[in-house]
């Protein structure tokens, strides 16, 4: 493979990649703690915190690299942050290497629990022994 076509192949998982280093720095210069972003719809309304309530301020600490502090605002941005990362370098290993990109397919049970999970955890997180996981 010549160096041309590796560069055009990898050219999407690079632009991605520059898109999300562009997000983070402006996360990072803007502290999502102290500036005013959009509040989230449902807890301006209801007063509930919703499944991504504090992902922005979760993605801000995690650019200060303080994951303790990403992880008290939203614990579940901090791991869709890990499998977003490891998707894309398994994306970018597969552009690099000129083969398929496979990654499991999600199946219904798999998207039950899911949803089971972010049901409990949305609740759990509206409760008040549920404070530790509320955006803060």
Excluded: E
């Amino acid at each position: 493979m010549t160096a041309p076509t590796r560069g055009r192949s990898i050219a999407a998982p690079l632009g991605v990649a520059a898109a999300g280093v562009g997000g983070l720095v402006l996360l990072h210069v803007r502290d999502p703690r102290t500036s005013t972003y959009l509040p989230c719809p449902l807890h301006a309304l209801t007063g509930l915190w919703c499944p991504g309530c504090g992902t922005t301020r979760a993605l801000g600490d995690l650019t200060r690299g303080d994951i303790a502090a990403a992880a008290s605002s939203n614990v579940v941005a901090v791991v869709l942050v890990v499998v977003a990362v490891g998707v894309w370098g398994l994306w970018l290993r597969a552009r690099w290497t000129q083969k398929p990109l496979t990654l499991p397919r999600p199946n219904r049970p798999a998207a039950a629990v899911l949803v089971a999970l972010l049901t409990v955890f949305t609740v759990v997180r509206n409760t008040p022994w549920g404070t530790t996981i509320a955006p803060t």
